[in-house]
């Protein structure tokens, strides 16, 4: 699965953008230990820091989701054995606690330049408070909780473009690699990769306010994601409706000009 073009907003938007799933939609993607995503989360589970919980909280309820997802998913066998959480899905996973509204237990391999650490036992606002443009995100934070955390399964995608082909971009773990130079707008696009977040929540069980949160980063270079002119149209009209805060805090002010220079000449 690749980032589904038509999840890009135009005009560009700070929102939720969930989608209901319908019953028996895969949420889960067994992770192949010949890929370069295996590796990368390998040496922080072998590092010690793949999981985080607050104390007290006893994650065993979403572990069982996870599994009996997974068993939905035709993927049954993929903790089998002794195969750690970490290494048989493609997916981080995180808990969202309906009643407090916070995550208490976090499985993440692979953030987007955030920290783990600093999320964990969070409420809703605080964990969304860097996000620019976040006002409407913020104003229906207690009822994004409620529906995600209701029963039902859904789905939403975040996207961006980078320099880096690295999945795992901790902020402490990896600086943030430069952008090319900016002069020669094919050369700079040879130089990107999309990189995407499927994003879904699934249910703890019939009797808890809690929803496994998934993310699933997808990356692919920039040239081949953008083939048609239909989606460099698309994705030029984004980036041209992007504010300054929110291309600043996805670290794309100083590409935007040569990818909307690349973009135009596709579309």
């Not at 994705?235 to 220079?261: Q, T």
């Amino acid at each position: 699965m690749q980032l589904d073009f038509d999840q890009i907003a135009v005009p560009f938007r700070m929102q939720p953008g969930l989608r209901r799933l319908e019953a028996g939609a895969p949420q889960l993607t067994r992770l192949d230990p010949a890929s370069a995503l295996f590796e990368e989360k390998r040496k922080v589970l072998q590092a010690g820091q793949s999981r985080l919980s607050v104390p007290g909280f006893d994650p065993t309820p979403a572990l069982q989701a996870i599994a009996e997802k997974a068993r939905q998913d035709g993927m049954a066998d993929a903790l089998g054995g002794d195969k750690p959480l970490e290494l048989a899905f493609q997916e981080d996973f995180a808990v969202l606690d309906g009643d407090s509204t916070t995550l208490p237990w976090l499985c993440v391999c692979v953030p987007s330049h955030w920290a783990p650490e600093e999320k964990l036992g969070l409420a809703f606002a605080a964990v969304h408070a860097p996000v620019a443009d976040n006002a409407a995100l913020q104003a229906a934070g207690t009822q994004l909780v409620r529906l995600v955390t209701g029963g039902a399964c859904w789905e939403r995608f975040v996207w961006t473009v980078s320099p880096s082909p690295g999945h795992d971009q901790h902020p402490r773990r990896h600086s943030r690699t430069p952008w090319p130079p900016a002069g020669d707008a094919d050369a700079f696009a040879c130089a990107c990769f999309l990189r995407a977040e499927r994003q879904t929540f699934f249910p703890v069980g019939r009797a808890t306010r809690q929803a496994v949160f998934t993310i699933r980063v997808m990356i692919q270079p920039l040239v081949q994601a953008v083939n048609t002119p239909e989606r460099a149209g698309r994705l030029h009209a984004s980036l041209a409706s992007m504010s300054d805060a929110v291309l600043a805090y996805k670290g794309l002010a100083p590409a935007r000009d040569p990818l909307m220079r690349w973009l135009e000449s596709r579309a």
